[in-house]
């Protein structure tokens, strides 16, 4: 067992594809194909399930990713330490994200600051939302960006982003003819998709049905990604909502999550730990991020100081 296996790993658990895994890591598919299967002989176990159709992960699979995430994470905080050693003159942001996140939206976001900040480099990474707030407080990052992050006295935040929820109708957008715009209270009659709680949507989604006292139907099966929820929506497994930066096809295409009347949107933010210790780039840098917020604000509702949604109308808080 290594650490390019294990990478690949959870690359194909991502994407739902030995393809495009490649292609992200810059291998060939046989590359890919032929390290897992040499780890699977090693374990003797499979940890994909292959199909002409899909590629998931086996019962063993699924009981080992959240492992395999935990190891590559902890090897990245070895690798992130030892660089600031080796070069301490070199000023770091360490930024991670929800898998909800937009992340080159938010990258392009950022890339202006750090151009006009001699040396500075940021450092991103990918992280479960259960795990963000412990790597703030553990310092082994500097801002995370998300959605429900916890209201805590030790933290600041700001709204980075909006973004429309969209609904995926079950057997695929190309044989749905209903309306551009999918009610709440319609939705709550369709079995629901959720990939794992490794973003804050299921649970946010949750919260907004339970706010407006509506049923929640939940397939009992979760996908890792938000490809293979597509995939499933599409053969007809159940319907799904999905923020429309993480749609792959044309998010245009499928209908707006509306209640009463208006669309329901959710909050990117991000959050730091508030303190007059932390490096001075760092504070310059929290500091613009609250610029770039005041922009998102003033198109939008400000959210409650004690909020615990991030579901918004375009009018207000869902209540």
């Not at 199909?51 to 070895?78: A, H, K, M, W, Y």
């Not at 749905?176 to 999918?182: A, D, E, K, Q, S």
Request: a neutral charge; proline letters at 6%.
């Amino acid at each position: 067992m290594n650490l390019i296996q294990l990478r690949y790993v959870k690359a194909v658990a991502s994407t739902g594809s030995f393809s495009m895994s490649a292609r992200l890591c810059g291998v060939s598919q046989p590359t890919v194909s032929n390290a897992i299967s040499d780890l699977e002989s090693e374990l003797g176990l499979k940890l994909f399930r292959r199909s002409t159709r899909c590629v998931e992960l086996t019962p063993f699979g699924n009981s080992v990713i959240g492992q395999i995430d935990s190891i590559l994470s902890l090897v990245e905080d070895i690798e992130q330490e030892a660089e600031a050693r080796a070069r301490p003159e070199q000023k770091l942001i360490r930024i991670a994200f929800s898998p909800v996140v937009d992340g080159p939206r938010l990258m392009s976001m950022f890339e202006p600051f750090r151009e006009g900040f001699a040396g500075l480099s940021f450092i991103y990474k990918e992280c479960p939302v259960t795990e963000l707030e412990g790597r703030l407080e553990q310092d082994k990052l500097d801002v995370v960006c998300g959605i429900r992050i916890h209201e805590l006295p030790t933290l600041s935040r700001c709204i980075l982003y909006w973004d429309v929820l969209r609904f995926l109708p079950r057997g695929g957008i190309e044989n749905y003819n209903g309306p551009r715009t999918v009610s709440l209270r319609d939705v709550s009659e369709e079995t629901l998709i959720f990939t794992v709680d490794a973003c804050g949507l299921a649970p946010a989604t949750r919260d907004l049905f339970r706010r407006h006292r509506l049923r929640l139907r939940e397939y009992p099966g979760n996908p890792l990604s938000y490809l293979v929820l597509e995939e499933w929506s599409r053969e007809g497994i159940g319907a799904a909502l999905l923020p429309e930066s993480r749609i792959s096809a044309d998010p245009e295409a499928y209908p707006i999550l509306v209640c009463d009347n208006r669309p329901v949107t959710i909050a990117i933010e991000a959050v730091w730990v508030r303190t007059r210790g932390a490096p001075q780039h760092v504070r310059d840098f929290s500091a613009y991020l609250k610029e770039k917020s005041s922009d998102c604000l003033s198109v939008a509702c400000t959210t409650p100081s004690n909020s615990t949604t991030n579901f918004k109308q375009t009018s207000g808080l869902i209540a």
